[in-house]
């Protein structure tokens, strides 16, 4: 979809120092989840947001697991939309950093830490959107509600689950902005944005092989464990499934194929035939490695070991070794199908000394392209940077959307972010990563288009 006509909208350049600031702070309250300790953020980002006259409410799942919520009040003409965010981070090793990863510290032209990108920045582009809806007295058809929760981090289960179970009326929307897309893939001479419209689903299992302990200078008279398990490592950790094209992963081929011409040929190649799939990203990973990258993980369902434990002494073969693994599946399977499959495949192995055990499981979840939200999402990015890309994104993790969407919500990720450059060197995105760190100049952006979101959604 392209238009005839092109305007370009300003940056809220006046924002910068304020957006900088509040997620400085932010970074500095350390939220690491295990255990979390979101009220504190919760009470500060209230604290912050009372300075502009909003009144927040803080709701703990349990002591001092707080997410807080707060509402701008519109005529009731168009649905809600929420802004939702989540305030716990993973953890961060200090010794591994240049800098602090809790200091939040702002140089370069960045500001670091753990949750600059996972996601306390999108937190404070959207607590500042909301700010300036409401200095600018902007008129809404409809409320727009901001979330910014526990425990995402470690499933939800404590923050926007608990609060949807617990406080539907309070956190509710038909439409909902959260993470997981909005950052520019450069193509040519362009940038393309992505929508995050899908996500995978979420099989975390742990698998315990049986054996019969022994003395290590007499490997034979035993049955090691840790060998089963290593057929087990083996058969899961190298299943390759057949490749599979969702609606989702299609569309975000054929836009990319079209702002970049150089696509078009291995994306036609991918389509027409899946079977080939990994001898024609293998090709393309010659010349476009990060697209590679990309598209390698949404065609099919992965399976990942991540833990693993056995044995307690250096001259004894144990008779127990566990692993735990991680599934992520496609949009159009099931997490029953993945069950059934992976008990398949243990089969092969031998099931007499294995059992099985679901630690969590997420169903996939999808929204549509085709609505309000997403047209006006590609509009104001087209008023933005003229002549861009916007492409809908299957994101291969899980986000707190999930949970909306099972009650019926649109859920989009959209943090929009330009591709960012550190000393003239292009900086690798590091959600989750060692030196995490998002540029002023994103921030600046970032709060710029979310708010023009908002206000032509809304007004």
Same mark, same amino acid.
């Given at each position: =979809?392209?238009?005839?006509?092109?305007?370009?909208?300003?940056?809220?350049?006046?924002?910068?120092?304020?957006?900088?600031?509040?997620?400085?702070?932010?970074?500095?309250?350390?939220?690491?989840?295990?255990?979390?300790?979101?009220?504190?953020?919760?009470?500060?980002?209230?604290?912050?947001?009372?300075?502009?006259?909003?009144?927040?409410?803080?709701?703990?799942?349990?002591?001092?697991?707080?997410?807080?919520?707060?509402?701008?009040?519109?005529?009731?003409?168009?649905?809600?939309?929420?802004?939702?965010?989540? #305030?716990?981070?993973?953890?961060?090793?200090?010794?591994?950093?240049?800098?602090?990863?809790?200091?939040?510290?702002?140089?370069?032209?960045?500001?670091?830490?753990?949750?600059?990108? !996972?996601?306390?920045?999108?937190?404070?582009?959207?607590? =500042?959107?909301?700010?300036?809806?409401?200095?600018?007295?902007?008129?809404?058809?409809?409320?727009?509600?901001?979330?910014?929760?526990?425990?995402? @981090?470690?499933?939800?289960?404590?923050?926007? !689950?608990?609060? #949807?179970?617990?406080?539907?009326?309070?956190?509710?929307?038909?439409?909902?902005?959260? @993470?997981?897309?909005?950052?520019?893939?450069?193509?040519?001479?362009?940038?393309?944005?992505?929508?995050?419209?899908?996500?995978?689903?979420? #099989?975390?299992?742990?698998?315990?092989?049986?054996?019969?302990?022994?003395?290590?200078?007499?490997?034979?008279?035993?049955?090691?464990?840790?060998?089963?398990?290593?057929?087990?490592?083996e058969k899961l950790g190298n299943y390759r499934g057949p490749a599979s094209y969702v609606p989702t992963v299609k569309q975000f081929l054929v836009e990319m194929a079209k702002e970049d011409e150089s696509l078009?040929?291995?994306?036609?190649?991918?389509?027409?035939?899946?079977?080939?799939?990994?001898?024609?990203?293998?090709?393309?990973?010659? /010349?476009?490695?990060?697209?590679?990258?990309?598209i390698r993980p949404r065609i099919r369902m992965t399976i990942t070991p991540t833990i693993i434990h056995g044995g307690v002494k250096e001259n004894i073969i144990p008779s127990e070794c566990e692993a735990v693994f991680d599934c992520r599946v496609l949009p159009e399977q099931t997490i029953?199908?993945?069950?059934?499959?992976?008990?398949?495949? #243990?089969?092969?192995?031998?099931?007499?000394?294995?059992?099985?055990? /679901?630690?969590?499981?997420?169903?996939?979840?999808?929204?549509?392209?085709?609505?309000?939200?997403?047209?006006?999402?590609?509009?104001?990015?087209?008023?933005?940077?003229?002549?861009?890309?916007?492409?809908?994104?299957?994101?291969?993790?899980?986000? !707190?959307?999930?949970?909306?969407?099972?009650?019926?919500?649109?859920?989009?990720?959209?943090?929009?972010?330009?591709?960012?450059?550190?000393?003239?060197?292009?900086?690798?995105?590091?959600?989750?990563?060692?030196?995490?760190?998002?540029?002023?100049?994103?921030?600046?952006?970032?709060?710029?288009?979310?708010?023009?979101?908002?206000?032509?959604?809304?007004?």
């Amino acid at each position: =979809m392209k238009r005839d006509t092109v305007m370009t909208v300003p940056l809220i350049k006046e924002v910068e120092e304020e957006v900088t600031s509040l997620l400085s702070e932010l970074i500095q309250i350390d939220t690491t989840n295990p255990p979390g300790n979101e009220t504190k953020a919760a009470k500060y980002l209230a604290e912050n947001l009372g300075k502009d006259g909003f009144e927040c409410e803080i709701f703990e799942s349990a002591p001092q697991r707080g997410s807080v919520i707060t509402r701008l009040k519109g005529t009731g003409e168009k649905p809600s939309l929420l802004l939702l965010s989540h #305030l716990d981070v993973v953890a961060a090793n200090p010794a591994e950093w240049s800098v602090d990863p809790f200091g939040g510290v702002v140089k370069d032209g960045f500001v670091w830490g753990r949750g600059t990108l !996972d996601m306390k920045g999108m937190t404070a582009i959207e607590a =500042m959107a909301l700010k300036l809806l409401k200095r600018n007295n902007v008129k809404l058809k409809g409320d727009v509600i901001l979330a910014a929760t526990a425990d995402e @981090e470690m499933g939800g289960s404590s923050g926007a !689950d608990y609060l #949807l179970q617990n406080y539907p009326e309070k956190i509710f929307a038909p439409y909902v902005l959260n @993470e997981g897309g909005g950052w520019a893939i450069p193509a040519r001479n362009k940038n393309v944005y992505t929508v995050q419209t899908a996500e995978k689903g979420l #099989l975390w299992f742990k698998v315990k092989a049986k054996g019969i302990p022994g003395h290590g200078s007499m490997p034979d008279a035993a049955d090691n464990a840790i060998m089963r398990m290593h057929k087990v490592i083996e058969k899961l950790g190298n299943y390759r499934g057949p490749a599979s094209y969702v609606p989702t992963v299609k569309q975000f081929l054929v836009e990319m194929a079209k702002e970049d011409e150089s696509l078009q040929e291995p994306v036609s190649r991918l389509l027409a035939n899946p079977e080939s799939s990994d001898a024609v990203l293998d090709e393309l990973a010659k /010349t476009m490695p990060a697209i590679a990258d990309e598209i390698r993980p949404r065609i099919r369902m992965t399976i990942t070991p991540t833990i693993i434990h056995g044995g307690v002494k250096e001259n004894i073969i144990p008779s127990e070794c566990e692993a735990v693994f991680d599934c992520r599946v496609l949009p159009e399977q099931t997490i029953g199908q993945a069950q059934a499959l992976i008990r398949q495949m #243990l089969a092969e192995v031998g099931l007499d000394k294995l059992s099985v055990e /679901t630690i969590q499981a997420q169903e996939p979840s999808a929204s549509p392209v085709e609505t309000p939200l997403y047209r006006v999402i590609s509009s104001v990015l087209w008023d933005f940077e003229p002549g861009c890309g916007v492409a809908p994104l299957l994101m291969t993790g899980g986000t !707190d959307s999930r949970f909306f969407r099972r009650m019926g919500s649109v859920c989009y990720g959209f943090h929009p972010m330009k591709s960012e450059t550190l000393y003239g060197v292009k900086v690798t995105r590091r959600e989750h990563g060692i030196d995490e760190r998002i540029s002023v100049e994103n921030l600046v952006f970032g709060a710029s288009v979310l708010y023009e979101t908002i206000k032509r959604f809304m007004a």
